[in-house]
């Protein structure tokens, strides 16, 4: 009535400000300015070596490497172009055979991984030459032969990728079902590389209508070619715009194929579909939804469980993840804590968090900060496994990366998931045992100006201690692990969030009383 | 505005008035610019002048700065007045050249303009300016027009420092990843291309001053680049990053840093960015960066034993320490863990930087406020002395032992270099007593300590107290200054009996000439009166301070009259909490109130030090309250002495001080005893001038003020239309929704206080008021104040008036507000206070109003009844959703002071219906009373109408006062 009540928004003003982020779900951000080091090494182009093709017996003949010194291989570069164009107009008797001989030179050259002589063929005007040889009507040898040398050439720097413009229309039309197998191969593979040099070359195939033939390619049972369409798939999915992830589930036949595949492929079959799953799931809504729908997550799953290596179980780490950040749904119904697939994961997580490989624990803490983030019994679950003694132990000792998103999942398990009024509550047993362990210094070293997401979850976290240790004796151990320190210095800081996040925690449990009653 | 010679003529006249001595060419030239940059055009025309050279550069200069502070209140769209997107596409084609061909102070306003644009329009509305950078950045490095290089190098590194203090989010990563695409080639190739003219430069010390300038730039640049995340580039090109970055830690230019200070500070500062940088990956970036590690331990290493043992050169050290502190505390802290290198640290550089320094020295005598700031509060994150012990700590983290160990000894050691020669050896005392405080942990309540590198209660026997006890209170004044800190930072730590014997001392060190010195005493005091023991019970009561509180109080005025120190905050902020606490007898009251009168006559003359006025206010708010509850008879010499001030306050409008006035007035006011006398009276009409509610930080204070003139003498309302004016601006404020909560504890009041027949002429009004601003813009605030409001009516002047009133708007009216507003958020309201009038005032409408007990109204009767257990069954906490506070842009205009809340001039909480203990027993039995009026009927209804929680809810109420609804 007086004037002197407070404002009627007064009530744990801090609550608000504090407590509630740490039980997100977190996508991964689709930007990035980092290298993709996993794809670096594997992935976003490829050379190639060997041939595709099984019925042309003449690619693999007579084709010894010849350790050649550079000069010389460079002087034969050039003539191999020279021998091309006079193959191209030479219009007689065995024409074709000329001009498949005149290609499979300048593919040899082009092959070797050491010295590919690209830049050498290009001055000399093979583009041309070899998208003439494209040229519809073509003998499926020689179209191979001539896809095969701009695959290599597209496997090089960013501007002999982009030299690929004027032939992209022919290697896409080649992708049609009325080209064999082996030669549909050998351009999606082409196209893979291009598809894996920029944004605005993505664009530009999917524009030429690159997205339905390579769709339908991964619909049969194919291996090899399922192989390289997948991996052409998820260079031209990639993104940012997530249309053309959209536009692929839509077509006919490509989800049973992607589950078929996962279910019953090799290993590195299962692997390729598994990064076009990644994509999916990382940039459409609509596509995650669609595959919510099956049971692609016990499948992955499963696959996670049966997998030991790297290069196979990082995508099915980032598509898992990607499904439950997505959607709701998956943490919820999908991984419900009594099911054996709960168990399953979390199993193949911890087997993950103590892996040698850093890029493992990272993500394997990010999917598994995701399940922490669904309800208390999948809290409950977590803390029974044997995952939370290694979170322990990498948060005190692992590095920044990976320390900072094993923070997210320690601080998911210490809250409960907002009721129906919008406020989460503590789950003060996880806490307290956390707390007993040792984890408040590794959230303290988190709280620096170096990173303002660790530091976030840092600052979120000492206020869960501060608030809901027993006895107050939060107060303590935040000031013993030299946590008001780490606080300060935030107290000025130019981001609004942290600054007024440490003014509050500072003011509630560390100030002074201004007006002191007596 | 259009760009003619008049214009020329008119802006140039208008600035050059600006910096004309006499203040009514100044004001008239400042009118008519503030004028002009209403119309369009303005900012373009103010920049066209700027790059006129034909005007002389003073006025240039001078416009430079008013076109910075134009666009930075208009670029943004939410602005009242708007920069039109014609005239920013125009300004944006200019600000470029003339920024890069402009003099260097026109350059620095100019390029903090266009960080002002960027801000805005970088990258995604400017995609022209990032090129255009680049390619005059370009030429400039091909021209060796180094000025222009630094120019632009200093703009891009305003516009990339957002990357350093934003979340990562898609948004802000796709503008990082615009800008590396265009920018992180051309940084690394000009960092290259500047390494080579700085080999080729050596002997030119001009020339290289820039250069060295250019490449701190591009460290700071690269420093925004790196922050968010590594990018692609700088990864693969780390080779060339890091020699870069070391030959910079390694090099010497003598051409430049044999020069002088500033020569030095220069290189130094290049440096500093390098070691910003290599932190950063060190900290991030371990796994790039452990190839380089070892290399740069060593370069930092040897650079800071030689800068360590320099004077000056803080900012160089304390990046290099920082560096160090982060290798410390990570996977590679083995590096520091051999005896040998320990011992080489605490030797070469902690020592070295703890110990104080003629520059400290200096800062003591010349800038006390700047010397506490740092050395007390913690703003020394920063400075040497500090950093230092950073790296203790760091290392102490793995090796706490061997630090521990350490260190002690070297605090013996210096102890013992003092005792040899305590006139010439006392910086190694002063030494002694910093690391012991430094390394101490903070704990909770303040700023209180522990420490296990000493005894604490040994240490300050045999090292503080003899200092606390020294006679000469202004010999030795910087150990004096530590001992105190000492004092208060491990205040909780010393047993009473101890502090008190020392507490005369601490008293004597106020009267001391030094102003840290008796800064410090000040603070001391001031602190160990807030000690609590076992959170709750204050250690320090007035019996303690009683003895000595005439002699307290005479040197704590009497250090406010010690030059520099008028204002001293230290000392106001003590006068303050010994007013709080001690036993304020006449003797002590009647000096104190005309010693703070004093002080506050003098600080109206110029209002400077915020928190010393917000002292001084609150301990005379203080002083009256305590003073005058024990002894009413003060009342008018108090008011003999305050009023004079603080209508001196009102009439030369000191506007900073409005709402403290205000306040005190307000607290005056209800120290009288009816009727108020004449004088306040002229005070009550000065508040009902409607000018002074525009200012939004005077209405929390003039509302108070306005409460305490209602309850005293509600009947002089009244007289002379003053009903009428007040209602006027509880219909301003009301009309808010900023205001809107202060404009209802403006009517409350009225309508608690004035009987029905004074204010009936005007209800229908005021309900129709609000019920506009209810149709137009329905805030949950305002829903929750009318409930409010209207239980307050009903209580007081009874149902009937309030249905009648009401419905005197419009037919049924009421009907319709109680369906669609009062019982939907009955269940929203809040505080003790609050709750219990709601509640109480719905039972009575429920159980005494004919309207809800007729029987085609059983429907809106269960409804109310479900909203009245909800109320009083339910915690706050889980009836009510948090809010989120919109945030009101309205009104910023001008200087406005800030409304700052007076603790010891606060109100009561007044309770309405004091009559009634208990809301729920009175709820419920009003309720059993009805039932057994009209046995069987509401059985029925509250199966039907009431929530099954709410049913048991109610039937619990029911058994817990032995009452039944039957």
Redesign the interface.
Same mark, same amino acid.
């Given at each position: 009535? =007086?004037?002197? /009540?407070p !404002?009627?928004?007064r @009530?744990?003003s801090i609550k608000?400000t504090v407590g509630n982020a740490a039980v997100q779900r977190r996508r991964q951000? =689709?930007?990035?300015? =980092?290298?993709e080091r996993r794809e670096a090494m594997f992935r976003t182009k490829r050379l190639c070596m060997e041939g595709i093709s099984m019925n042309l017996e003449a690619a693999t003949n007579g084709e010894k490497m010849i350790d050649e010194e550079p000069p010389v291989l460079e002087s034969q570069t050039s003539k191999a172009v020279e021998e091309l164009k006079l193959a191209v107009s030479f219009k007689g008797k065995d024409a074709v055979q000329n001009k498949v001989n005149a290609l499979r030179e300048l593919r040899r050259l082009l092959s070797r991984s050491g010295f590919p002589f690209v830049e050498v063929a290009l001055k000399s005007g093979a583009i041309p030459l070899l998208a003439q040889c494209l040229s519809f009507g073509s003998e499926d040898e020689q179209v191979l032969e001539a896809a095969w040398c701009l695959t290599n050439i597209a496997a090089g720097t960013p501007e002999q990728t982009n030299a690929l413009l004027p032939t992209l229309p022919l290697l896409i039309a080649h992708l049609g079902e009325k080209s064999s197998l082996s030669v549909s191969e050998q351009c999606a593979w082409a196209l893979g590389n291009v598809a894996g040099e920029s944004d605005e070359l993505r664009d530009l195939l999917i524009s030429q209508g690159a997205l339905i033939p390579l769709a339908k390619m991964m619909v049969p049972d194919n291996g090899s070619t399922v192989r390289t369409a997948a991996w052409a798939l998820s260079n031209l999915i990639k993104g !940012?715009d997530p249309d053309a992830a959209t536009e692929l589930i839509k077509v006919d036949g490509v989800v049973d194929a992607i589950l078929r595949h996962l279910k019953k492929s090799d290993i590195e079959l299962a692997t390729e579909v598994s990064w076009v799953v990644v994509y999916l799931s990382a940039l459409s809504d609509v596509a995650t939804s669609v595959l919510m729908r099956t049971d692609i997550v016990q499948i992955l799953v499963d696959r996670l469980a049966a997998s030991n290596n790297l290069q196979s179980i990082i995508p099915l780490l980032r598509s898992l993840g990607n499904l439950m950040s997505g959607d709701a749904y998956t943490t919820n119904v999908v991984l419900d804590p009594g099911h054996e697939i709960t168990d399953s994961i979390i199993r193949s997580l911890s087997k993950c968090l103590k892996s040698e490989h @850093?890029f493992l624990k990272k993500e394997a803490a990010w999917v598994l900060s995701n399940i922490a983030a669904g309800s208390v019994a999948h809290k409950q679950l977590i803390c029974k496994s044997e995952a939370v003694s290694l979170l322990l132990q990498l948060l005190a +000792?692992a !590095?920044? $990366?990976i320390k900072k998103e094993v923070a997210y999942v320690l601080g998911n398990l210490c809250v409960a998931p907002a009721d129906g009024? +919008? @406020?989460p509550s503590l789950l003060l047993d996880h806490l307290v045992s956390f707390v007993r362990n040792g984890c408040l210094c590794g959230f303290i070293?988190l709280v620096?100006p =170096?990173?303002?997401?660790a530091a976030?979850i840092g600052l979120h976290f000492i206020e869960l201690v501060l608030r809901g240790m027993p006895n107050?004796e939060g107060?303590?151990l935040v000031?013993?692990a030299?946590g008001?320190?780490a606080i300060?210095?935030f107290q000025f800081?130019?981001?609004d $969030?942290l600054r007024m996040m440490a003014g509050l925690l500072v003011d509630s %449990?560390?100030?002074? /009383? %201004? +007006?002191?009653d007596? | 505005m259009e760009w003619n010679p008049q214009t020329l003529q008119f802006l140039s006249q208008c600035f050059l008035d600006t910096l004309s001595p006499q203040p009514e060419p100044r004001r008239r030239a400042e009118k008519n610019l503030s004028d002009a940059a209403d119309t369009s055009n303005y900012g373009l025309a103010v920049l066209r002048l700027v790059a006129e050279p034909s005007v002389d550069e003073q006025i240039r200069q001078s416009a430079a700065v008013n076109f910075k502070n134009h666009l930075k209140t208009r670029w943004v769209p939410s602005s009242a007045t708007p920069i039109s997107d014609a005239e920013k596409e125009q300004i944006k084609q200019l600000i470029v050249p003339l920024m890069l061909s402009a003099s260097p102070k026109i350059q620095a306003q100019l390029s903090e303009a266009l960080a002002v644009i960027g801000n805005h329009d970088f990258p995604k509305l400017w995609p022209a300016l990032l090129p255009e950078l680049k390619s005059n950045l370009e030429t400039a490095l091909n021209a060796s027009d180094f000025a222009s290089v630094n120019g632009i190098l200093a703009t891009v590194n305003s516009l990339f420092k957002k990357f350093r203090h934003q979340y990562k989010s898609d948004p802000i990563l796709l503008d990082l990843k615009y800008c590396l695409d265009n920018f992180a080639a051309p940084l690394l190739s000009t960092v290259e291309s500047i390494s080579v003219k700085i080999n080729a430069a050596a002997a030119l010390a001009a020339t290289l001053r820039q250069l060295i300038e250019a490449q701190r730039l591009c460290c700071r640049i690269f420093y925004s680049l790196n922050y968010l995340d590594l990018p692609e580039f700088f990864e693969d090109n780390a080779d060339k990053w890091m020699s870069q970055f070391k030959n910079y830690l390694t090099m010497r230019y003598p051409a430049v840093e044999d020069s002088g200070a500033d020569g030095l500070a220069l290189v130094d500062e290049l440096r500093a960015a390098v070691c910003d940088n290599i932190s950063h990956y060190m900290e991030k970036e371990e796994e790039l960066f452990q190839k380089y590690l070892s290399g740069f331990v060593e370069a930092v290493w040897s650079l800071l034993v030689v800068a360590s043992a320099s004077p000056s050169r803080e900012r160089l050290t304390v990046t290099a320490i920082k560096f160090l502190t982060i290798v410390s505390t990570s996977v590679h802290h083995a590096l520091f863990a051999g005896d040998e290198i320990l011992q080489q640290i605490t030797q070469s550089i902690v020592i070295p930087n703890v110990m104080l320094r003629d520059e400290d020295e200096e800062l003591f005598e010349m800038n006390y406020v700047e010397f506490i700031r740092r050395d007390m509060e913690g703003s020394d994150l920063d400075t040497r002395r500090r950093i230092a012990c950073e790296l203790l700590k760091g290392i102490a983290g793995n090796y706490k032992d061997k630090i521990t160990e350490r260190v002690s000894a070297q605090i013996h050691n210096c102890l013992a270099l003092f005792a040899e020669n305590p006139a010439a050896n006392w910086k190694y005392k002063d030494c002694a007593i910093y690391l012991v405080v430094s390394l101490a942990t903070k704990k909770a309540g303040g700023a209180s300590v522990s420490t296990d590198l000493v005894d604490v209660e040994s240490f300050f026997r045999s090292v503080i107290v003899p200092e606390l006890q020294g006679q000469d209170v202004n010999a030795f004044p910087m150990l004096k200054a530590g001992a105190l800190k000492f004092f208060t930072m491990f205040r909780v730590l010393i047993p009473k009996p101890i502090a008190m014997a020392l507490l005369g001392d601490v008293v004597r060190f106020l009267s001391s000439d030094v102003n840290v010195v008796h800064s410090y005493a000040a603070s001391c005091i001031e602190k160990l009166l807030l000690v609590k023991d076992n959170g709750v019970q204050s250690r320090y009561t007035s019996l303690d301070i009683g003895p000595m509180l005439l002699v307290l109080m005479t040197n704590l005025f009497g250090a406010l009259e010690k030059p520099e120190s008028e204002e001293n905050q230290y000392i106001m902020r003590c006068i303050m909490r010994v007013l709080q606490i001690a036993d304020i007898s006449p003797e002590v009251a009647s000096p104190c109130i005309t010693g703070l009168t004093t002080v506050l006559n003098r600080v109206c003359e110029n209002p400077k030090n915020p928190v010393f006025n917000h002292c001084l206010f609150e301990a005379i708010a203080t002083l009256v309250r305590r003073a005058c509850e024990k002894n009413p008879s003060l009342v008018p010499a108090f008011e003999t002495c305050l009023l004079p001030s603080l209508q001196m306050i009102l009439a030369k409008e000191v506007t900073e001080f409005f709402p403290y006035a205000f306040q005190l007035l307000a607290q005056l006011v209800d120290l009288n005893r009816p009727p108020v006398p004449p004088h306040y009276m002229q005070i009550f009409d000065i508040l009902l001038t409607p000018d002074l509610w525009d200012k939004s930080a005077n209405v929390p204070a003039l509302v108070r003020l306005l409460q305490s003139f209602l309850q005293q003498a509600p009947n002089e309302l009244n007289r002379d239309g003053r009903l009428r004016n007040v209602l006027g601006i509880f219909n301003k404020l009301v009309s808010k929704p900023s205001t809107e909560e202060q404009g209802f504890h403006v009517l409350n009041p009225i309508i608690e206080n004035l009987g029905y027949d004074v204010m009936a002429e005007y209800m229908s009004h005021i309900w129709s008021s609000l019920f506009t601003r209810l149709q137009n813009s329905k805030t949950p605030r305002l829903v929750r104040c009318l409930i409010i409001l209207m239980s307050l009516f009903l209580v007081k002047h009874g149902i009937q008036t309030l249905i009648d009133s009401i419905n005197s708007v419009q037919a049924n009216l009421f009907h319709l507000i109680l369906e669609q507003i009062w019982i939907p958020n009955l269940k929203t309201i809040t505080g003790n206070t609050e709750v219990k009038l709601s509640a109480v005032a719905s039972t009575k409408l429920l159980c005494e109003s004919p309207l809800l007990l007729d029987p085609a109204a059983e429907k809106l009767w269960g409804n109310l009844l479900d909203g009245i257990v909800t109320l009083l069954s339910q915690p706050e906490e889980e009836r009510v959703e948090d809010e989120p506070e919109v945030p009101d842009f309205g009104e910023a205009t001008g200087y406005q002071a800030t409304f700052v809340r007076l603790h010891n001039a606060g109100k009561k909480e007044e309770d309405p219906l004091k009559e009634i203990r208990d809301p729920k027993h009175f709820s419920v039995a009003l309720l059993a009373n009805l039932s057994a009026q009209f046995r069987g009927r509401f059985p029925p209804i509250i199966a039907r109408y009431v929530s099954p929680a709410n049913q048991a809810a109610l039937l619990q109420l029911c058994n817990s006062y032995n009452l039944t609804i039957a």
């Open positions: 009535m =007086a004037g002197e /009540t !404002p009627s928004h @009530r744990d608000q951000l =689709a930007v990035s300015v =980092a290298k !940012p @850093r +000792g !590095p920044f $990366d009024l +919008g @406020r070293d620096s =170096a990173d303002l997401e976030r107050g107060q303590k000031e013993k030299g008001i320190d300060e210095q800081h130019e981001n $969030d %449990y560390f100030g002074e /009383t %201004y +007006g002191l007596e | -």
